[in-house]
Nanobody, 122 residues
């Protein structure tokens, strides 16, 4: 089993920055890949970024490329999401998630954190 806890959410004005953190614990093979997703009110869950624990390979949604950076600290078992140049449309609840051997779709992520609210004002 895997436990995930997000932190770092809050309020920021457009153009500002926030850094989210996800603390992971539990079975390592069940968190081969770590992803960040977000859900705005009335919207579907949206992929944001993911990283592979072992080699650090990253992948980003087009909407956040060049603005967000995902990283991990293997020793501390944490995954961070640095969010720069934030826009009002980035407002959402952000979730950390873990996947094992497959990580191509949201359904492949079997473990999820509780979420942390990010609000960006214009």
């Amino acid at each position: 089993q895997v436990q995930l806890v997000e932190s770092g959410g809050g309020w920021v004005q457009a153009g500002g920055s926030l850094r989210l953190s996800c603390a992971a614990s539990g079975r390592t093979v069940s968190r081969y890949a770590m992803g960040w997703f977000r859900r705005a009110p009335g919207k579907e869950r949206e992929f944001v970024a993911r990283i592979l624990w072992g080699i650090g390979a990253t992948y980003y949604a087009d909407s956040v490329k060049g603005r967000f950076t995902i990283s991990r600290d293997n020793a501390k078992n944490t995954v961070d999401l640095q969010m720069n140049s934030l826009k009002p449309e980035d407002t959402a609840v952000y979730y950390c998630a873990a996947a094992g051997g497959r990580f191509a779709t949201p359904e492949d992520y079997n473990y999820w954190g509780q979420g942390t609210q990010v609000t960006v004002s214009s």
